[in-house]
């Protein structure tokens, strides 16, 4: 498995850095890949960082983050990654400097034992890209001093991993070890326990029977083999990267889903905002008749507008008309935002992200609707920069085009409130002709707005939706409000 | 850094072959000599303090940039080998206090003697052991200047009285080195070496009267990296000029990370000293960037930013290369070979201290006394006694 990984990665690296890697300054080693092949990898050799013991007791450790990236330059002194040793988590500084060329145990790699490869390491100048990932062999830990015992004395009998085959009870610890220590699988025995159990006299009764002899323990390879390819053969399930699958154990009904590192932000967050915020809600049916008909004629000319377009602008439009809506909690007080930043809820792969549609009162329709799709096209492929999906003054999460009715929304902290928008329906009017309904329902930090504060700004959304030639009438920035006396 | 103040003594090395200079694929000629200036001196009860105005040579430069970068690898490798759990036990790092080490050194005669207390590694490089002697020391195993059987804290060599793991024990036993001195009539110093945690010792002070009344030729030197185990001086000790705390023994403050600042102190320090003005206390203000020792991170009661501020604008090996190559005193290449050879030496010292085997039992009781009147050690059991040896060559009997 190493030498498979280090042989393909080998030929890639020489096929793209031949022409680069030539120069003489370069300090390069040759490897000739073995067997007649004839072509030559070229490699950097780099200096091997290993999972340090950063507490006395320390054996092994988990890497909660790499600070660094591949091909970040390093100063003595810096912190390469935060390591949870058994007692706590510590920051791993390196003293050398250098170029970080290649991680080998990516960020949340449990129990990784002292003295396994975790990364490499080059001098200055050299190329990075090229570092040679070392072979079994040079990763392991050191050798005892000179009287190290003989490795099969330390040797551990192999373990067998089969299942209870037709034994369903549990099995003792002296009936694991005969079969062990004979090569029995607990099938090869007739049980005469109670339940089907097997007992350690019908092993005996067996071996005694047959004749057996105790089967010699396998010998362990010495360590300098085994725990070399450990670190190889873990490392690229272990990378970030690597999206993780599932793993079902044999025989077992169970599958473990790892959370990603996403589903555990979005985890914290919510509990935090849920359990923390005294979340109020209210709903609204809006007529939509008129924003559908518009919607109807743009496209008509070739512009493609969508619903919830018209939602974000209205919602913009009621956020200037009603601006203590427009706020965020900063612990103590609701904070007045300026702009009108709009967030808005896309569903990814991963997870929900709201990247947000910024001064959102300020743009066009046909504005919003092309800035919708571009982040959200980028947030599925996970392009998204920090400040386009961080912020945001409100945000609105449309599940109208799954048939949902309504339904209520968590708030995103520090936001003060949340527009869940159901689907558009028909409903019969109060005229008794049948009108475009949909629902909207605000979530909202009752600590930030009152009640009646909410239902005016739901009251004027409507509005609003009702008669879309009223966004033409935007609202009054709050920074003009007190010199017009509004 | 000191560049503007630097003052360039134009001596050409080359100057002679000038006339030959076509014959010569490479004329490169650098400075035999420059000249700095350091931080101004501080002193206690001194009515004259060394020149601020130092030269060094282009040799003394290279050597003392080898030595200092020697000491910063070695510890490098050290702290390296204790997180593979290759070192146990005690360890405690010297980088960023190197200017210090080397800088005594440096102004030291040969048979001036050292004593410090467990931050050593430097200082038994420097007084003669090969990188392999110290790190194999540390990693146990029988190439260690004690056979492995000293470990981190008790390291020697001719005219180095080791190290001492009790705190502040090491500065009486070098007043007896220096008194040793006075009773032989040689002129000869001890330095004893302690830090700013230490300083608040009572031994020391003890030893301070002793000293003086005597006049014993010992120089107190308090390197002083600003943080004891585990908090700042200045919220263990109710003074923090160090050099001023002998009373009646004059002092001298030193920026202890300038090597040339530390040698020009300690050449006046040894010449006050045998001149029979008695003792002196010498205060080197440097900065320690790794934990007290290797079970400190070193984090806890200073930032990161502050150890990384220090690293960029003071390290002693950068701001000196800086002076070397701004001098012209070597180009930016040739430290570079430097630093490629130390670094291929101290790396195969490190390998070999990890491959190398620790010594048999039988070698267990052995050195123990340079002259042993019994030859029977006890043992766990004592009718069962181990036979003392010599195996290694006594040091510093006399």
Redesign the interface.
Known sequence: MASALTGRLGRQVANKFLPTLLTPKLRLRVKLEHGFRQSAALFVVGSEI?M?????TMAEGTIVKWLKNEGDPI?????LCDIQTDKAI??FEI??EGILAKILVGNDAKDVK??TLIALMVAEGEDWKGVEIPAAGSAA???S???AKPAASQAAPAVEKKTAGGHSGGQGPAVHRLLEQFGLSSSDVPATGPKGNLLKGDILNLVNQKGLKPKAPQTVLPPAASKAAAPAAAAPSKTPAAKAKPQVAKGSKFIDVELTNMRKTIAKRLSQSKSTIPHSYGGIDCDISEVLKLRKALKSEGIATSVNDFVIKAVATALRQYPHMNCIWDGQQAVPVGDVDVSVAVATDTGLITPIVKKASEKGVQEISAVVRDLAARAKQGKLQLNEFQGGSFTISNLGMFGINYFSAIINPPQCSILAVGTGRLILGSDGKPVQSMNVTLSYDRRAIDEEQAAEFLSGLRDILKDPSRMLLGGVPPSMRARVGI | MMSPTARLVVRRLNQRNQALAPFFTSTKSFATEASFETRPFKLHKLEEGPKTSVTVTRDEALKYYKQMLTIRRI??AS??L?????IRGFCHLY?GQEACAVGMKAAMKPADAIISAYRIHGWTYLMGVPPLGVLAELT??KSGCARGKGGSMHMYAPHFFGGNGIVGAQVPLGVGVAFASKYRGDDNVCFALYGDGAANQGQIFEVYNMAKLWNVPCIFVCENNGYGMGTSAERAAASTTYYTRGDYVPGIWVDGMDILAVREASRFAIEYCTSGKGPLVMETATYR?SGHSM?D?G?SYRT?DE??EV??NRDPIASFKEKIISTDLASADELKAIDAEVKKEVDEATRKA?????IPMEELPADIYAAPLEEEVRNVAPWEPLRHKRIGSAVNLN
Do not use: C, F, H, M
């Open positions: 290993k340090p013991s950063l507490s006395p100063a003595a002194g810096d912190v510590v920051s003293e050398e002292v003295g830990p050191p050798s001093p000179a009287e | 510890e490098t702290g390296n204790y997180k593979e759990k290759i980088s146990g195993r960037y079970s991170p984090t990161r150890i990384q690293r960029q990890k491959s190398d085997s620790e």
